[in-house]
């Protein structure tokens, strides 16, 4: 993205993430929570690539509305997150939230959010196994 020209501010809780991103020019690399998206207004997109998949479905209404505030009138957000049904760990013990279409599409709604594009697909994560997923296209 920087690459393109754009400002990139990358957050993630992982300090390894966050020294990788931050070696890349022209980005701006943060160690943060979820819950630290705070920004009202100031985005034109947000990019959540198999991220908020690691929160509790209980926290991701709050996730959505707070990426909702932090986009500029228009802005685009896209979500990758793995398709299914409730909560899991993995073989790895990483915690999972898995979303069916109709409900990520009612969370988007009621956040103000509309969906302009979902793309599915079925990839093997890093513990191995091939699961379904979504990358949803969403406009403020």
Known sequence: MADAGLNVTAIDASPDMV??????????????QFDALTDIGIYDGIWASFSLLHAPKSDFPHHIAAIKQALKPGGVAVLG???GIGESRDKLGRFYAYYEEDELRQILDAADLTVTDIVKGAAK???GDTAPFMIVTARA
Not at 19 to 32: I, S, W, Y
């Open 19 to 32: 020294a990788l991103a931050a070696r890349h020019p022209g980005v701006t690399a943060e160690l943060a």
């Open 125 to 127: 994560g890093l513990a």
């Open 81 to 83: 997150l793995k398709a």
